[in-house]
């Protein structure tokens, strides 16, 4: 059993590693070059870079991954993003190529990022309807409350 664990694991993790050169190049194609000098900096600059960035930059270059058609296991996922993007801003610029695949997954990246603003977009609207009709309701109890009480206090005093 553990003997099939390992080969199975071992073929994903050669799926990754081949998936590789492919990411870091389309991350390079994605960030513009004064973001990558940017963020290039900010890894040197210490150590702790990729675990305080885990919850803000790295959710974006992991759903960009995934958008682009990186798919693999959130665990994954949060292990690589780090080591890949530091791949992707050091690449120097006669390296930052525009090939086709990289076309391609540039423009499903594009789809990706619309389709989710557009969900952000619908599920803003039913909250913001749903807090509105929270208010309402909450208000017209009160009113109600306010109400029976301003009753008792007529019939007893």
Do not use: C
């Not at 990289?102 to 309807?129: G, P, V």
């Amino acid at each position: 059993m553990s003997g099939r664990f390992n080969s199975v694991f071992n073929d994903y993790m050669s799926h990754v590693n081949a998936d590789r050169e492919e990411a870091v190049l389309f991350l390079a194609n994605i960030i513009a070059e004064k973001e990558r000098d940017l963020i290039r900096s900010k890894m040197d600059s210490g150590p702790h870079f990729g675990a305080m960035e885990h919850m803000f930059l790295g959710i974006n270059i992991r759903n960009a991954l995934r958008g682009a058609g990186f798919f693999y296991d959130a665990h994954t996922m949060d292990y690589i993003w780090y080591y890949w993007l530091k791949d992707a801003v050091s690449l120097p610029d006669e390296k930052v190529v525009l090939t086709g695949n990289i076309k391609t997954r540039i423009s499903r990246y594009r789809e990706f990022m619309e389709k989710e603003r557009k969900r952000q977009a619908n599920l803003s609207t039913k909250y913001k309807w749903v807090s509105e009709k929270v208010l309402v309701t909450s208000m017209t109890l009160l009113a109600v409350i306010l109400f029976i009480i301003s009753l008792i206090l007529h019939w007893v005093g």
